[in-house]
């Protein structure tokens, strides 16, 4: 009956009263799919806005963006730069089951535990004011190698290393407290964080390690066995993050407005920025120059997490080139996993391994053009 009423309706008949019932049969259809449609719709947003408070125990880590540093660091009487130095970064977001299954097929999204970023029983909150206190630290380490190698005046009060955090499981739990001074490692005396971590990190796991540290003025000596991270096979360690306390002062002065932006990856690129605001030749000679990568006071570079993902912001960003930590040239280096990168996403930008701010200033006044 139904295909009767359409051909009538095609070829501009009289309508069949029969086919009124059909009418209204077919409206009745129509209206109960859409009520359907709609209630399915509805469905899966409450569905959705549900899981997205479903916190599970993991972090998204993406490629994040290219800040350049120009606009936030201001020498007083600096000189200008035609190009630019900028830092990366990487977008760190807890995860829910909707997040977690779009990084799951989404390129250079990294599905991390918990415990990665935060130590047991760290809140938020102290998580980024951790991590806010290593930008500080890292600030200070770009000013005075940058200042030094500029041959500018700099000096600054040394009043130690001291721990911030102690990770449980690891083998300064029970042994070092937060707030402790560190004296010595092995004998040797250290003048900034970063210097002991990479003195630690030459070492590997079961190596042994004599601390002496400083608490309620009383000095106490620990001998400890170095330790992988459960997180991070690759790395061993103590367990124990660290941080510097000294004054710094310097002449011209510099401001430095960087908020919100966490961690110790930006010394390399931040100590070019102030260096090149020093010096009257450009370094950047018209290119945008990108990087990452730890610095201490003496200028070493030291690594840094998400390398791949802030390849992947610098290319996106339109970066010509890209400093990378090399890490002496060891196997599975920041350098080499971000040339592997490089390739993967076929881009231009030509990636520069550093191991010290000497290497980068070197690679630009010797092997860079101006545009």
């Excluded at 011209?252 to 070019?272: C, K």
């Excluded at 391994?353 to 006044?365: C, G, K, R, S």
Aim: overall charge neutral.
């Amino acid at each position: 009956m139904a295909y009767i009423c359409e051909f009538m309706q095609a070829e501009n008949l009289e309508p069949d009263r029969r086919c009124e019932p059909v009418k209204i049969k077919m409206e009745g259809y129509i209206y109960m799919l859409k009520k359907r449609i709609i209630r399915i719709a509805l469905l899966i947003v409450i569905i959705t806005a549900a899981l997205s408070f479903v916190k599970l125990p993991y972090y998204i880590t993406e490629p994040g963006e290219a800040t350049e540093l120009k606009p936030l660091i201001k020498v007083d009487n600096g000189y200008p730069e035609k190009g630019s130095f900028s830092l990366m970064t990487v977008k760190v977001g807890p995860a829910n089951p909707l997040t977690y299954m779009w990084a799951k097929v989404r390129p250079y999204h990294e599905i991390l535990p918990e415990e990665n970023f935060k130590q047991e029983g760290e809140s938020d909150q102290e998580y980024m004011k951790r991590q806010l206190q290593m930008m500080r630290d890292s600030q200070e380490n770009a000013m005075i190698a940058a200042y030094k190698r500029a041959g500018k005046e700099v000096s600054y009060t040394f009043n130690g290393v001291y721990a911030m955090t102690v990770v449980s499981g690891m083998p300064a739990e029970g042994k070092i407290q937060v707030g402790d001074k560190i004296k010595k490692a092995d004998g040797k005396t250290f003048r900034s964080a970063e210097s002991f971590v990479r003195y630690i990190e030459s070492k590997k796991a079961g190596d042994p390690v004599k601390i002496v540290v400083e608490r309620d003025k009383e000095e106490k000596t620990y001998e400890m066995k170095l330790k992988t991270f459960k997180e991070d096979p690759k790395r061993a360690g103590l367990g124990v993050s660290l941080i510097t306390d000294r004054n710094v002062k310097v002449k011209p002065e510099v401001d430095m407005d960087i908020e919100n932006i966490g961690g110790p990856s930006a010394g390399l690129m931040m100590s070019m920025e102030i260096y090149n605001q020093l010096t009257k030749e450009d370094e950047t000679k018209g290119h945008h120059i990108a990087g990452t990568g730890t610095i201490d006071d003496e200028g070493k570079v030291g690594p840094i997490g998400g390398i791949s993902q802030k390849v992947v912001a610098a290319d996106k960003a339109g970066a010509d080139i890209f400093f990378a930590p090399n890490e002496g040239g060891k196997k599975g280096s920041n350098y080499e996993e971000a040339v592997k990168t490089a390739k993967d996403i076929k881009t231009d930008m030509k990636i520069v391994p550093v191991d010290t701010m000497d290497d980068a200033i070197h690679y630009l006044e010797d092997k860079v053009k101006n545009t």
